[in-house]
C-alpha cells in the first residue's frame, strides 16, 4: 500500500547525501516534495500541515546544525514524526479484571468487519485465550451464516440465536452473548454489530444501545485502508457518535495510497491497534508505529519478520538441519523441501523480502515475484524417488525428463531448481565450515546474482603489464615485457583494499585458531557451547 508514498519520500531526502551542511532551500525543498508525496498520498490536509511544520522546524534546528552527519539527521527527524503521526507507541487492548473482556467492533458496511472479527478471534485464541463471537449484525443479508462459517474456519464458537437478514433483535442478542459466554467461561466475546453504506443515525443509535447494554472494554471501529482520507471523516462521525478506544485497518494489502493509516490517528486521537493483511484469517498483526514507519522509509520490519518466524517455524526441525550442517553432512532435498514448506507456513514470500531494509530498489523484481512458484518447487521435488532427493547426482537426463512429466514442469526448470540447489548445498556447507568461502549467487533473487556466470565469489580481473611510453618500439617491447614479468612475480592478492585474501582468490587460513576467535563468533560458527 505504501510504495509509491515510500518511494517518493526516500528518494526526497536521498537529494540531501552529501552535504556537509543543509541550508535553509536545501530543507525547504526536501519539505516540498514530502508535502506533495504525502497529498498525494491521499493523507488529510491538517496532518499534512502539522507533520511537515515539525519536520521543517526540527530540520532547521540546533540538532541538525550542529549533527555530524546532518542527511542522516534529518532522516531521523521524519522517522520521529511519522512514528507520532502512526500513533506513537504501541496500542493495547483492555483486558477485563473480571472476564469475559467484551470488545465491540464498529464500523460501516462494507469495512470488513465479520471476516476481521474471525481474524481477531484467531488471534485471541493464539494468545491463549478462549473467545467467543457473537452475531449481533441482523440487518446486512446473510451476515449472520458469514460469521459462523468464519467462526468455524478459526475453531471459534458463535452465538446466533437470531437468523439475521431483519429479524431480531440486535441488542438483546449481544446481551445474552455476553451472558452465555460468562455462563460457558469463555474469556473474551467479540460483538460483531450492523453497519450500513453511509454514516446515519439508525446505525449510530443501535451501535449505541449495544455500547450501553453489554459496557465493551474496548471498542474498536473498522475501518477500510483504501478510502483515504475520507476515513478521517467517517472515523471522527463514529468517535462523536458511539465512541471508540481504537482502530483496525482492514485492507491493508490494497494498493491504496495510504491516506487513512496516516489521518486517522491524528484526526481522531485514538491508536491503531490491529492491521488486517491479507484474505486468510492468519493475515493480522499487531500495528506497531515505529514499524510501519520503517516500512515507509525503506528501512524494512525485520521485528515483524522475525515474530512470524518463531511463531510458525518447528524449533526441533531447525535444530535438526542445523546440527547436520555443522557435522559437515550436505543438504538434502527433503531437507530443502522442508525448510521451504515452513516459510510457506509464514506466509507471502512477496510480503516476507518486502519487510527487509533497502528493497525500495528492487520493487519491480518484487512485483513481478509469483509465490505459486514455490508450489511448482514442492510438485518438483515430490515427483523424485526417495534415493534422487538424498543423491541429486543420481538425476541424469532420463530422470529430469521423468520429473518434469510427473510434475507438470519442463526439463528447463528441473535443471534450474538443481542448479539452484546445489548453489544453496555450496552456501550452507561453507556456514557448516565456519564461513570459509563466499556465498555463491543466488539465481533469481534480485540483486544477488548467481546462474552459470556468477558462482561463487568474483575474482579480480588478471593483471596487465603496463603499457610502454617510449616511442622506440624496440625499447617499448622491452619496457612492456619487463612490467609484464614483474608484475606476474606479485601476489594475487597485494592490490586488496582489505588486506591479503580480501580481493577473492583462494586465501590459507590453517594457521588460524578457532579457540582465539571471541565467544560470539564461536558460537555463530557453530564451534562455541
Known sequence: MFNNLSDRITASLKGLRGHGRLSEADVDKTIREIRRALLDADVAVPVVRDFTGRVRERALGEEVSKALNPAQQVVKIVNDELVDVLGGATGELTWAKNPPTVIMLAGLQGAGKTT???????????????????????????????????GERAGVPVF?????????????????????AQFQQHDVVIVDTAGRLGVDEEMMQ?????????????TLFVVDAMIGQDAARVAEAFRDGVGFTGVVLSKLDGDARGGAALSITGVTQRPILFASTGEQLGDFERFHPDRMAGRILDMGDVLTLIEQAERTFDQ???EKTAKKLQSGQ????????????QVKKMGSLKKMLGMMPNMGQFRDQLDSFDDSQLGRIEAIIHSMTPSERADPKLINGSRRSRIAKGSGSTVQQVNQLLENFKNAQQAMRSMGRGGGGGMPGMPGMPGMGGGKKSRGRMQAPAK???????KNPAKAAREEAEAARR???????????????AGGGSSDLSDIDPSQLPAEMQKLFGRGR
Open 116 to 150: 476481521l472479527a474471525g481474524k481477531l478471534a484467531k488471534w485471541t485464541k493464539d494468545q491463549g485465550h478462549t473467545p467467543m463471537l457473537v452475531a449481533a449484525d441482523l440487518q446486512r443479508p446473510n451476515a449472520v451464516n458469514q460469521l459462523q462459517i468464519v
Open 160 to 180: 446466533a440465536p437470531e437468523p439475521g437478514n431483519g429479524v431480531g433483535d440486535p441488542v438483546q442478542v449481544a446481551l445474552n452473548g455476553v451472558s452465555t
Open 206 to 218: 443501535q451501535a449505541r444501545d449495544i455500547r450501553d447494554a453489554v459496557h465493551p472494554d474496548d
Open 316 to 318: 526441533a526441525e531447525a
Open 330 to 341: 550436505d543438504l538434502t532435498l527433503d531437507d530443502f523441501l522442508g525448510l521451504m514448506q
Open 464 to 470: 596487465k603489464g603496463k603499457k610502454s611510453k617510449s
Open 487 to 501: 608484475a606476474a612475480e606479485e601476489p594475487a592478492d597485494s592490490g586488496s583494499a582489505f588486506g591479503p585474501g
